[in-house]
């Protein structure tokens, strides 16, 4: 593969320099006080990005699935209820965890490409006593964005945890987790955080750290046991050595350089790149005659898109943008996998980024065209 080929799906992204340089150096230690400097400097800066100055963050070796189970693990047992706001791919996977970790799920589902309205979900929590509500922020099956805001607000009204997978959302969409009352959110380094795979983020406010303080049974995995990360966290951040399981020291590294860079672009102009240019590129595919999944405006995602094939193109595009030198990602949904393909636009993604991948699907568009209609 062409090393100057751009990669455009939804994770992993495209990566700063000074990110892979900082992967690429010497392993340290994990006792080692510039490590533990790092660290300890990556969990506040965490705070910064969640906006969650009252949260305890954690960061394990793992992709974003271990920090969906980690949430699930820690806040429930058998018997509790948990509601599902399904908007996907990633909603489906957090509620068969939770039906593994023993919780009685109810969904409320929406079409692929739209989200449940707030009066559905408010129905549903007045069923009463659901433990913890569930919500992708951004489903990045569907490019669909949930209206977080709002909905916690419902979860907070009728006493549910609320839980955010922001694994597709965090660095790229506005996120305040203290001030909209969410309980927990996660991600993954791989993401709008621009750090290689391999890191599972995931921050617990006071009502979380209550409810799993609370519990009546150990929680299953130990792997996933808030109580043998939180004495090692807590020390970290006192720049304490500590040990429950080898951290992924580089990554962790990487984390610190990208997190530095992240609260020097500053969270708010962040989010406003990411709204701009998801702008540049909503005019593009009305140009381009691409229909974006979400049908509701309002309900787009700005970290990546959602398009379905033109009428007579088929999932063959995916190749002929990735010849013209940027790979995109196929569908996703299990109900339209081969209708769309998936542009990512999150993170350290440039205006140029976007002009050279607008181009390449522009280019692949007219190739596959003229190589379907030979008599054209
Ligand atoms: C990517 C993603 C996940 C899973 O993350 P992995 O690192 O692939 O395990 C979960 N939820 C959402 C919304 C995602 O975009």
Redesign the pocket.
Known sequence: MNERNLLMI??PIEFEPAVLRALGEKTRSHLDPVFMKAFARSLKRLREVFAAPSAQPFVVAG????A?EMAVANLVQPGDRALVVNTGY?SD?IATMLERHGAAVTHVRAEPGAVPSLDEVERALSGGGFKVMTV?H???STAVLAPVQALAALGRKHDALVVV?G??SVGGEALEMDAWGVDVAFT?S??ALGVP?GLAVLLAGPRAMAAWKARTRPVASMYLDFAEWLPVHEAYEAEKPAYFATPPVNLIMALDVSLGQLVEEGMAARVQRHVKIAEVVGRAWKALGLEPLPKNEAHRAHTLSALYYPAGVDASLVKAIAQEGVVVAGGLHPALKTKYFRVGHMGAVTMNDVSATLGAIERALEAVTVATSPGR
């Not at 992709?63 to 271990?66: E, M």
């Open positions: 939804p994770g992709s974003g699935t271990l969906m990633f996977r992708t951004v489903d990045t997978d694994v597709c993954a791989q993401k795979p």
